[in-house]
């Protein structure tokens, strides 16, 4: 009985979870448009495109992110950070590991040089991932189909309402 319990506890916990973590839905800024993966992107690096201009590095893409004001966006945002931070931190380690080592045995050398490409390799990989993530998501997000409400006033002080749906509409590059 006990087992039975907590197994059916298990299979339960990832659904609660998951609709905790729900984000409540907000308004989207009209500014905001979506941010478009240009060419020449790799899996080691991408180049974004935002209103036409190339963002010189992933952390360009933190302020619409941070504009659009999703949960889920911000926190792969976060993670990605987060893998970046650590990646540097791998680097330094084994930086520190050569200037500060008197006797340096060669087999340890290339162990700390090879390990240290790896996970340096490793980390950039998961913040990409990570980022990647945070744009689909904003993109997602900016891209959905929104109906709103504005009042505009006239040289009256009259207010004009009016109702508006905009749908995304994409080009095919093909």
Partial sequence: M???VISILFLIY??????AQTPVSQPVPAHLEPIERAPGSSILGAVFLYKGRKLNSPFSVEVPIQELNDPVANQH???FRTWTTVGRLTGLASIGY???NRTPDRQTSRTIYVGSLVASVGFSLLSNHQVNSAVRRYNA????TRLGFSQIPTFDNKLISGVSLTIPVYSNPD
Avoid: D, H, I, N
Wanted: with cysteine.
């Fill in 141 to 144: 997000v900016v891209g959905s």
């Fill in 2 to 4: 006990r087992c039975l």
């Fill in 14 to 19: 990832p659904f609660t979870r998951a609709r």
């Fill in 77 to 79: 945002f976060r993670r």
């Fill in 98 to 100: 050569v200037l500060l």
